[in-house]
C-alpha cells in the first residue's frame, strides 16, 4: 500500500482546472512540509506548492496565484487547486510528505493540459 496516493489528475482544456489530492494511508501527527512537486518526462522534479505546519505557503514562480495548496484537517488529505492552467502545466504531480516518521511519495497523478 502506498503510502500516499493522489488523485484528480486527467486532461483538461488550457484555461481550465484541476482539484488534485492526496490521501495518505496513515494519520499524520506531526509533519514539517508537505508539498506537490510536477515532473515531465526527461526533466528534472521541481516543487510546485509547500505547505507549512504554520500555514505559511511557498509557490513556485509558475504557480504563483494560479495554484493553491491546502489541507483539509479533517481528512488525511492534500489538495492542489489548478486554475487557468496551460500547456507547461503538462506533467506527472506527486504530493510529498515530510513528517517525524519519514519522507513519503505518492506515485503521481498525471495532468494533461490540451493547447
Known amino acids: 500500500q502506498e503510502p500516499l496516493v493522489e488523485s484528480g489528475g486527467g486532461l483538461v482544456q488550457a484555461g481550465g482546472s484541476l482539484r488534485l489530492s492526496c490521501v495518505a494511508s496513515?494519520?499524520?501527527?506531526?509533519?514539517?512540509?508537505m508539498s506537490w512537486y510536477r515532473q515531465a518526462p526527461g526533466q528534472q522534479r521541481t516543487l510546485i506548492a509547500q505547505l507549512r505546519p504554520s500555514g505559511g505557503t511557498v509557490y513556485a514562480d509558475s504557480a504563483e496565484g494560479r495554484f493553491t495548496i491546502s489541507r483539509d484537517n479533517g481528512q488525511n488529505t492534500l489538495y492542489l487547486q489548478m486554475n487557468s492552467l496551460s500547456p507547461e502545466d503538462t506533467a506527472l504531480y506527486r504530493c510529498n510528505a515530510v513528517t517525524s516518521g519519514g519522507t513519503y511519495w505518492g506515485p503521481g497523478t498525471q495532468v494533461t493540459v490540451a493547447s
Open positions: 496513515r494519520r499524520i501527527f506531526g509533519w514539517y512540509a
